[in-house]
């Protein structure tokens, strides 16, 4: 009866997850309120929810509780250690620490400069894809306790994935000063101002001129000639040129 309580716990616990997951998404709270809710399904030491970002190709952390030497490896240097090609992999449902093979261990710069200095025995790596397939951001678990085996939350963390992706997504237009906020040199690509990036954005959606400008506040006359500097600064004659041009830089379609 206590295992069978034990699931039934868990489960509840999901569902406060998935309603601070949806609460998060809605911009009502902060990504924090669900790594806390997640406490409850898988017991932690350390855990974080990254987002990924393609511009600048690094995470960038929006709640956490390792140390900052940690989380500026997950920031910086985890999709470069050989782990990562494994945890990315969409078919996988996250990377639990006891089951990697020793020799990915062995050569895997985050295990052993990272969480061997933490003590960290057991946890969980999971990569977050949007329903479209993209790639936005990842969970970090950590433990200092192995877990029993066999471990309902496995299955749970899983299932959460999917909330958690949203939770972490980007924003689907971002704001001028949301974009000017990182490094211009990796958030500005070809020189194009903030605003001309979202355009940019835009653009990689197929949206004509009156659909950008209804989105973006302005005038269609507005973002023509946005598009026009845009053409301009990056050499290219048309807007399908243009857009793939932001495809090869990484620039996801905004929904």
Known sequence: MAAERSRTDILDAAVHVREAAMSATSGATGVDTVLAALSEVVEYDHASLARWDPLR???ITLAGSYPDDA???IETRLH?????PVLRSPARGGLWLRDVPWQLLTASP?????LCPLGIEDGVAQCLFATDGRYVGMLNVSTRRPRR?????RAVVTLLTEALAAAVGPRAVPTPEEIAAADPAARRPGGLSPRELQVLTELTAGRT??????R???TPRTVGTHIEHILAKLDLPNRAAAAARAAAWGIEPSR
Do not use: K, S, W
């Open 216 to 218: 973006l506040y302005i």
């Open 57 to 59: 190709r690094c995470h």
């Open 209 to 214: 001129n009156r659909e950008i400008a209804e």
């Open 71 to 73: 989380t500026a490896y």
């Open 149 to 153: 085996t066999p471990d309902p939350a």
């Open 80 to 84: 470069h250690d050989p782990m990562f």
């Open 110 to 114: 985050g295990f052993q400069e990272v």
